[in-house]
């Protein structure tokens, strides 16, 4: 009898055994289980992190010289939120120089500069690499004025001869106007010098505007549509400089190496917006010039003749995105060709002349609105001069 209550106790106990043993294997898978869930959650954690670190803001930051309406697309693009609805995040800087801005892009401080066609050439012909040329802003616009009454008449190259012309050192148009006449055979130069045709600098417009009607020049050239106050001014305006030379490129849009190859993406998302601006100058007048009134401080009517035109003045300057790289290339040769600068010939300039950005802009608004015809039109364009 003993041993048998021995026998019942021994297996109560192994009973009571197993059922703390089962608590405590449970308990284990409980704590494995909180440990794994722990886990996961921080795993979600870390890999939400890593999204937000690897999707932080990219922002372009933008230069702008004072308040010309030059680059019309990209100031109508920014009013109308279209950046904000692309995807890109752009900053506008004021910047006091040309010179500045370039350095600017040159350094990575700036991405982006909209003005000027001659200064990359320049800088990069100087040895910079960090820039890159990779669209347009507006091209041509130059005209070739005298004074009224003098009877002067502009058709051919050898209307030039004798003449002495102002224009300010920038201007692309006279350094157009000169590479041309330099290939039609005629010499070129300073008043001083024995030439066919001769150049001088000058400060402003209006200085040179002056000095023809005063008659201390027979012609000068500017790119700022005043042929528009012509009768003001007591001038006429005799020829453009895309009389003789079209097309030709004025100011570009350059940015930062860094810029393009890193930020690729945000720079095509840039043009698209641009190039919707583009499309919304062309058929929107009266919300442009509210929007480049409020912007520029112009007068309404001459913020028309300068993009628009009007019963009496047509605009010579022409507003397009497009790189035109066949102009601007042979643009940089003709400043060698020039004296304007040096080593053009020996620069590789599909290294630093890219139409990538444009094209692929271009290609998602054709995809977008393939029976756009502004979209077609333009990538006709496109692949005729790049």
Known sequence: MQKKCQKIDLIRWTVKKIKRERRLILAILVVLILIAGCSSEADNLIEEKDRSSSTEEVILEIGMLGTTIKPVAVIIAESNGFFEEEGVVVNFQKVSSMNDAYLAVANGDLDIYLFSSTAAATFITQGTTTLRVFGGTVSEGSEIMAAKGKGIQIKKAEDFVGKTIACQMPETGQMVLKDYLKKEGYTIGSPDEDVDVKFIYVNDSHTAMEGCVKGEYDLC???????????????????????????????????YEGTYTEKNDDLVKFEIAALRGYEFYLNNEEKTLDILEAYSGEKRDFLK????????????????????????????????????????????WDQYVVTDIYEKALATLVEREPDNALWTDLRDYFKMHN
């Open 305 to 348: 003749a300068q993009i628009y035109g009007t019963e009496n003045y047509t605009p010579i300057m022409r507003v397009s995105l497009d790189p035109d790289k066949k102009a601007t290339v042979g643009f940089y040769k003709a400043l060698d060709n020039i004296g304007e600068i040096e080593n053009a010939l020996e620069v590789d």
């Open 221 to 255: 050239i500017t790119n700022a549509s005043l042929g528009y106050y012509a009768d003001d001014f007591g001038i006429d305006v005799v020829a453009t400089v895309k009389d003789f030379v079209n097309p030709y490129p004025c100011c570009r849009q350059t940015c």
